[in-house]
């Protein structure tokens, strides 16, 4: 007998379909801009074409952790989008992670987007950070540990994979304040996957077996760090976060954004409490996802993730696009 998962009035199976056209759209966008140097053009292209498709949605959505508090600005927080017929839903997204990777036609660019049921996303204060931690499916609950060490983390994941610690390959941001951590991990006899940019794919790649990624570690924004708890919950993984409290104004925008304890570490179901639906396209190839792909005669390819929690559905579409039959169009 087939067993029968009840739908959400918010998040049904076309919605999926829809949102991948969202992060398609970005994608596309944005590709235009790849290797030519100018990160402004690419990303104001990218949020340009993410705006246009979601407000082709059926649905009444508000931008929860948007690209900024700019209400000028196309996908600002606070920003209402859609048809407004519908349900009722909230967003988190990034039209254009990696700027400065598309600008120099590097690996890893990407376009996400991630809805859910009104309420259901953590909010956090914009260009604030937060540490994070992400192990993918099959490991016991709770393995992972923000107040443990790096080394001792890592113990507990090898033992529980029937490994050695020689064995996990560790994914991080190559960035100048990690470079304690990464000689921790490299002293610890793990192997490291430096990121140039990318913090939603790298804690992504944690989650996705066919990366070859066992653990991502490090510090990065707090808005991606929500984005990516979603994509991780639809894959069964494991995340730890919390907010890297720099300075006294870091404490009030983390007051301001509602968060009653700024200190407090959070797991996947409390970045992301009900179902959710993500979409990621691939702008330039990367560790999740191949880039789009333009072709000769207004013609391209682009690579999507798709991923709903509720069923634990995983989808990959290849899509070939032709662009001068479209609202893609270039």
Same mark, same amino acid.
Request: proline fraction near 3%; glycine fraction near 12%.
């Given at each position: 007998?087939?067993?029968h998962?009840?739908e959400?009035a ?6 999926a379909?829809?949102?991948?056209r969202?992060?398609?759209?970005s ?12 990160? *402004? ?11 246009r498709?979601l ?24 920003e209402k ?11 988190v997204?990034?039209a254009l ?5 598309c ?8 376009s ?8 259901s996303f953590l909010?956090?204060?914009?260009? %604030?950070?937060?540490e ?7 490991l ?5 540990d ?15 994979r029937?490994?050695?610690? %020689? ?10 304040r ?6 921790r991990l490299y002293?610890a ?5 430096l ?12 989650g ?7 653990v991502?570690?490090g510090?990065g ?7 990516a ?5 639809c ?16 404490l ?10 700024? *200190?407090?570490?959070w ?34 390819v682009?690579?999507?993730l798709?991923?709903? %929690?509720?069923?634990g559905?995983?989808r ?6 032709d662009?001068?039959r479209?609202? #893609?169009? #270039?």
């Open positions: 007998m087939t067993q998962i009840p959400s918010a998040l049904d199976r076309n919605l379909l829809e949102v991948v969202v992060t398609e759209a994608a596309l966008a944005a590709a235009a801009h790849t290797g030519r140097g100018d990160e *402004k053009s690419a990303d104001e292209a990218a949020c340009a074409a993410m705006r498709a407000n082709r949605l059926c649905a009444s959505g508000v931008i929860v952790n948007g690209e900024g508090d700019d209400g000028t600005q196309p996908l600002h927080t606070g989008v859609g048809t407004g017929n519908g349900p009722t839903i909230d967003i997204l990034t992670e990696g700027r400065s990777i600008a120099r036609g590097a690996h890893n660019a990407l996400v987007v991630a809805m859910t049921e009104q309420g909010k956090v204060p914009q260009h %604030s950070y937060m994070k931690m992400a192990v993918g499916a099959g016991p609950d709770g393995i992972i923000l107040d443990a060490t790096p080394e001792t983390n890592l113990a507990r994941i090898a033992e529980a029937g490994v050695k610690v %020689s064995d996990l390959t560790v994914s991080i941001l190559d960035r100048p990690h470079a304690e951590l990464i000689g002293a006899g793990a192997r490291v996957m990121f140039d940019d990318g913090d939603v794919s790298g804690a992504l790649a944690a996705l077996p066919e990366t070859g990624v066992d991502y570690m510090s924004g707090a808005a991606q760090g929500v984005l708890a979603a994509g991780l919950k894959l069964g993984a494991q995340m730890q976060s919390r907010l890297l409290l720099r300075s006294d104004q870091d009030r925008l983390a007051h301001r954004a509602g968060i009653e304890d700024p *200190k407090r570490t797991n996947i179901d409390d970045m992301v409490r009900g179902e959710v639906m993500f979409a990621a396209t691939g702008i330039t190839d990367g560790h999740v996802l191949k880039g789009v792909q333009l072709l000769a005669g207004n013609r391209a682009s690579h999507s798709v991923m709903r %929690s509720v069923t559905t995983i990959t579409l290849t899509v070939h696009h662009l001068s479209s609202h #893609l169009r #270039l």
